[in-house]
């Protein structure tokens, strides 16, 4: 019986989604460059051309604990980036107190994660992002607080995940408070003001509906 219900869960929450919910599923749009491969798949008989849509580049950062990460550990994975530094005014916290909502409500959940990654990384090593994440209570097998070289972070943030960081003349930086939906394809599929309610609130949705996306994968892989 306990194995019935385990097979049905994944089979429901796509009903949920699809049929039954509120908020019935509807695929995500794709964000970044695209172009056709010049390859071809069917639907209902007819001939659709395939797209490839742009991805993250590989990357490998070190997390508040000390350890290397890299774009594998993320494989078939779907997560939630945004960029920050530890000396960060109000909006960092707020944004952050957002981001612990989502964390908190997919805890238990482990096809989810979440990343922020500073933009400050000669002042944010390990040791700075660990007493940061603690500020959140941040558990580390879901939620990774990252950094590395500078190079690395900017060409990351501005060529892989679209949005632009820089430095100020005051010392401060230039980024964006958005918070990045990746798919498990490392594909980029929203944006959401991180500072919002209503934004986090639709994010918080749509995750559910790339899980139906996934899950849909394994119930009807192509």
């Known amino acids: 019986m306990i194995l019935v ?27 970044g460059p695209k172009h056709l491969s010049g390859t071809f798949h069917k639907f ?4 659709i051309p395939d797209t ?12 508040q604990s000390g350890a290397i990460v890299t774009s594998k550990e993320f494989d078939k994975k779907i997560f939630v980036v945004n960029f920050f530094y530890s000396r960060c005014p109000d909006i960092c916290n707020q944004i952050h107190g957002n981001v ?8 238990k959940n ?12 000669l002042r944010d090593r390990p040791k700075t992002l660990k007493s940061y994440a603690a500020q959140y209570k941040a558990d580390p097998n879901n939620w990774h607080f990252l950094t590395g070289d500078t190079t690395g972070v900017y060409n ?16 401060n930086f230039i980024f964006s408070d958005k ?11 929203g944006y ?17 509906v790339q899980i139906a996306e996934e899950l849909r994968k394994i119930k009807a892989p192509r």
């Open 100 to 107: 612990k909502r989502l964390a908190d409500k997919y805890a």
């Open 44 to 47: 209902h008989g007819e001939k």
């Open 110 to 121: 482990k096809m989810v994660k979440f990343v922020s990654i500073t933009v400050d990384p």
């Open 192 to 208: 959401y003001a991180g500072t919002s309610d209503t934004d986090v609130n639709r994010l918080y949705n749509e995750i559910k």
């Open 156 to 171: 990351l943030a501005r060529k892989g995940f679209l949005v632009n960081t820089l430095k100020g003349d005051d010392g």
């Open 5 to 31: 219900c385990i097979l049905a869960v994944p089979g429901f929450l796509y009903y949920l989604l699809t049929v039954g919910g509120k908020n019935r599923y509807k695929s995500l749009q794709y964000f």
């Open 179 to 189: 918070l990045i939906l990746i798919d498990a394809e490392k594909r980029i599929r």
């Open 52 to 63: 490839v849509y742009h991805t993250l580049p590989e990357f490998e950062l070190i997390n």
